[in-house]
C-alpha cells in the first residue's frame, strides 16, 4: 500500500513579531489531501493578514470540490478586488489527488519545486506570476502519478534568500537527493534539516519569513488504517507591563 507522509517546518522573519506565511491542510472531497502555501507581500502582521485570506479562500473553494487551479484563479481575482491590485501573494498548491491518482502542484510564486521519483530529480521552476495583480494570471500546474519513492520539497522564498548575504545558498537539491537516497520516508525529518541550514547561514537570524513543506509517498506492508497527525509549535511567553 502507498502511504504519505506530509511534514512542515517554517519560522519568522528575524525580529518580526509574526511570520507572513500560512500553510494549511484540507482532505479532498473526492480522497486524499492538499496543502496550501501562501506567502504574503512583505512580512509581519500585513503579510499575514493577506496570505490568511489567500489560504483560507483555497482552502475553502478546496473543500467545496473546487480543482487546483480554478481555485488559485478565483484566489488570485479575490485577493484583487480585496486589495485594489495593489498587494501581492505567492500561492503553492500541493494536492494528492486519489480521485486521478496523482501528485499535483500548482505554482504561483518564483519559488521551485523540488521532486525526486525513484532515482530521477526534477525541478519544476517554470516562471509563474504571484496572484494579487494584473489580470490574467494564472498558474502553472504539473502532475504525476502517484508512486513509490516519490519525495517533494517546497518552501517560500525566504529559503531562496537565506545565506544571500555571505553569497552562499541552502543546497536545498543536494539536501533532497541525499535524503531521497537513504531514506525517503521520514519527511519531517528533511523538512527539519532544510531549515535548520537556511538558518544556519543566516546565523539563527532568518532574512525573511521561511516555510519548508515536504511531501513523501513510499510502499509499505499495510499494517493498519489509522491516519495521523502530530503539531508542535513554540508559545511565546506573555509579556506583562513590567517590561519583561
Not at 487546483?68 to 485594489?84: C, E, F, K, N, T
Given at each position: ?118 532515482d530521477t530529480f526534477t525541478l519544476f521552476d517554470d ?36 545565506g544571500r548575504r555571505k553569497g552562499q545558498r541552502v ?74
Amino acid at each position: 500500500m502507498l502511504v504519505v507522509q506530509a511534514a512542515v517546518a517554517k519560522v519568522k522573519k528575524y525580529a518580526v513579531s509574526e511570520s507572513g506565511d500560512t500553510v494549511e491542510m484540507i482532505e479532498r472531497p473526492g480522497g486524499g489531501l492538499s496543502f496550501v502555501l501562501a506567502d504574503g507581500q512583505r512580512s509581519g502582521r500585513s503579510a499575514k493578514i493577506v496570505s490568511n485570506i489567500v489560504a483560507r479562500k483555497v482552502i475553502s473553494l478546496l473543500a467545496e470540490g473546487v480543482r487546483d487551479g480554478a481555485s488559485a484563479r478565483a484566489a488570485h481575482d479575490y485577493l484583487r478586488v480585496q486589495r485594489g491590485g495593489k498587494v501581492s501573494a505567492d500561492l503553492l498548491i500541493l494536492s494528492v489527488d486519489l480521485q486521478t491518482h496523482t501528485l499535483v502542484v500548482s505554482r504561483n510564486t518564483r519559488c521551485p519545486v523540488a521532486l525526486m521519483i525513484g532515482d530521477t530529480f526534477t525541478l519544476f521552476d517554470d516562471p509563474s506570476t504571484p496572484i494579487g495583480m494584473g489580470t490574467g494570471v494564472r498558474p502553472i500546474i504539473r502532475e504525476w502519478p502517484l508512486q513509490d519513492r516519490m519525495t517533494v520539497l517546497a518552501f517560500s522564498d525566504g529559503l531562496l534568500d537565506a545565506g544571500r548575504r555571505k553569497g552562499q545558498r541552502v543546497p536545498y537539491e543536494d539536501l533532497l537527493r541525499t535524503f531521497h537516497a537513504e531514506d525517503g520516508r521520514n519527511a519531517h525529518r528533511l523538512a527539519e534539516t532544510v531549515l535548520q541550514t537556511a538558518l544556519a547561514l543566516d546565523a539563527g537570524r532568518p532574512v525573511d519569513d521561511t516555510t519548508v513543506l515536504v511531501l513523501t509517498v513510499y510502499e509499505q506492508p499495510v499494517v493498519d488504517d489509522i491516519r495521523r497527525l502530530q503539531v508542535q509549535f513554540p508559545i511565546p511567553p506573555v509579556l506583562h507591563s513590567l517590561g519583561i
